[in-house]
């Protein structure tokens, strides 16, 4: 059985569960779990050092499309102190050999997965299909790389939803896909991102050039991404979905920023809190897990009203909230009508910022979509915008009067 996001509800056959997998943004489901992690993702401290965006090791991936190339990569990074890291992904590159000037590079930003290790995307059976657009991408000579973030595959915890640790692994999973056979070394990339894949694609849009001088970025596209993210968690804290973000976040932060959990959580929901951070949303069992895993949290989860407004999580939002781009960087937002999870006014408040920064923005309203398929439905008008920009079109601009 395959089980596509357009089809998740009917696929768990009860409404409940498949309004939790469409608040979460999970793109695809697989009727297994994952594969089993390795020593693939592991490596001694010696090859830690070395430049960010080169490679530890790879080997080879079978059941890309058209008859694609397909790569698991470890790669060198760092992350949001500036220390040095490993992260994981996959490369998938076009058959035959490059153009003369390189090929384009599409990196995609995943949405929620998890926040422990065994989460990686590149672990899911269906990695393929999670990439939304892998295939008319594919057609078009474009490599797709797909991070994994920090801590995500490598040893974690992941940094859920910290924009430039998540930034950093987008911007070095394309300096690694340059030295990949038949790519030819081209410095042109966009980045692709659904959710917390589209705060990926707007932080790497505010920091690529500073972090990666020696590549072009031509254009940044995000569906429903998480912008202001205080809103989304005061917001959303009342509906399953926002429970499990909220709990995923004050878990990692804790643990990579230091911020204590117990100003925020009370202590019966702790228990429920530790096994979600230990679950993933890589197939329907995981989801159907989880939906029994966060029920306790339903009776009892936080002893504050409205956490985005307690320090240091108040600092920590703002901190890892998309500001503005470069007028220079062209950029492509996409926003489901009937998204509960990234309202769509949070979504046109951010977009009238960027305007007044000066951006040229297309932005795309998709009419009856919600959080859940927001990636899967944008992706043909993206992949549109997108191959515009390699080609050297003027941007288009919805914020000209």
């Known amino acids: 059985m395959r089980c596509d996001c357009v089809s998740v509800p009917r696929c768990f056959g009860w409404r409940p569960v498949g309004a939790l997998v469409a608040t979460i943004g999970f793109l695809v489901c697989a009727p297994f779990p994952g594969l089993t992690q390795t020593s693939f993702y592991t490596a001694p401290e010696s090859d830690i050092a070395g430049e960010p965006g080169t490679l530890v090791r790879q080997e080879t991936m079978v059941g890309a499309p058209l008859g694609a190339a397909a790569y698991r990569v470890l790669y060198r990074s760092t992350d949001f102190n500036g220390k040095a890291i490993l992260v994981s992904a996959v490369i998938v590159v076009p058959r035959g050999p490059p153009p003369p000037e390189g090929r384009p590079i599409v990196a995609w930003a995943h949405p929620t997965s998890g926040i422990v290790p065994r989460c990686a995307p590149s672990l899911a059976i269906f990695i393929f299909q999670q990439i939304q657009g892998l295939r008319p991408l594919l057609k078009r000579g474009y490599v797709v790389t797909a991070t994994d973030y920090p801590g995500l595959g490598t040893p974690g915890p992941h940094p859920y939803l910290v924009g430039v640790s998540e930034a950093r692994a987008v911007i070095d999973s394309v300096r690694v896909a340059r030295m990949m056979p038949n790519v030819g070394r081209g410095s042109r990339f966009i980045v692709w991102g659904h959710s917390q894949g589209g705060q990926a694609a707007l932080f790497t849009g505010m920091i690529a050039k500073a972090y990666a001088p020696e590549l072009s970025l031509m254009g940044v596209a995000a569906a429903a991404p998480a912008t202001e993210l205080a809103t989304l968690m005061n917001d959303d804290i009342g509906t399953a979905g926002g429970k499990n ?32 951070a230990q679950e993933c949303l890589e197939s329907i069992y995981d989801f159907v897990v989880r939906r029994r895993t966060e029920r306790p949290m339903q009776q009892y989860f936080l002893t504050v009203n409205d956490p985005a407004d307690v320090e240091p999580w108040r600092t920590l939002l703002l901190k890892n909230t998309p500001g503005t781009l470069s007028p220079t960087i062209p950029i492509f937002l996409a926003q489901g009508s009937d998204d509960r999870v990234i309202l769509p006014k949070v979504t046109q408040h ?31 008008a993206a992949i549109e915008w997108m191959n515009a920009r390699f080609t050297g079109e003027a941007p288009p601009n919805d914020c000209a009067p």
């Open 245 to 276: 973000i909220t709990a995923m976040t004050l878990w990692s932060w804790e643990r990579v920023y230091g911020a204590p959990m117990d100003k925020l959580v009370d202590p019966r929901a702790l228990p429920a809190i530790n096994r979600l």
């Open 350 to 380: 951010y977009v009238a910022t960027l305007c007044k920064a000066g951006s040229k923005l297309r932005m795309l309203l998709l009419t009856g979509v919600g959080h859940g398929i927001a990636g899967r439905a944008a992706a043909p």
